[in-house]
């Protein structure tokens, strides 16, 4: 088995952006799972009830988009809290920003959180290969609301892409 040498926050985000998002992907899938949650991209990480277009609630204690998922996650926030990137520290903030970016696939604001998040750890930012954002900009966008599974297939290949950048 290989150690996992990738840089990481105290709260134990990946700086690594293809590490960060296939983690926050994961974060997606058990959080979709829990009936604690219900996912809803135009939400952080609110507390029950929320409710759709049509004035139904939802099920779950919690509604949250995919940075909300890995603060449920990985970060352990509590279902019953409203929580938002400014509950966490600067650097977690920063990478909570990027996770979002790439979810609406702006991946140049993405870049920008990733490039902060680095700076305050004190690291060198990351080369970005114009190359693989030509391929990130050519996946188009795929909105997670109607179509779960399309949107985290687009995701994961960008992953795919980002990994073999070596970012």
């Excluded at 994961?26 to 604690?36: N, Q, R």
């Excluded at 977690?92 to 998040?117: F, P, Q, S, T, V």
């Excluded at 680095?118 to 080369?127: I, N, Q, R, V, Y």
Aim: aromatic fraction near 8%.
């Amino acid at each position: 088995m290989t150690e996992d040498i990738t840089p990481r926050t105290a709260a134990g985000l990946a700086l690594l952006p293809s590490v960060l998002i296939g983690e926050a992907l994961a974060d997606l899938i058990k959080t979709e799972e829990s009936p604690d949650y219900h996912v809803n991209m135009n939400v952080w990480h609110h507390t029950a009830p929320y409710f759709d277009d049509g004035g139904l609630p939802h099920k779950g204690a919690c509604t949250v988009c995919m940075a909300g998922a890995v603060m449920a996650q990985t970060l352990g926030a509590s279902p019953l809290r409203n929580m938002a990137p400014g509950h966490f520290s600067e650097v977690d903030g920063e990478l909570l920003n990027a996770i979002d970016c790439a979810r609406c696939h702006g991946w140049n604001a993405m870049r920008h959180y990733i490039d902060n998040a680095h700076a305050l750890m004190g690291f060198d930012k990351p080369e970005w290969p114009e190359q693989a954002f030509a391929m990130l900009g050519a996946l188009g966008v795929q909105r997670y609301n109607g179509n779960g599974p399309a949107f985290k297939k687009t995701l994961t290949h960008a992953v795919v892409i980002l990994s073999d950048a070596n970012l």
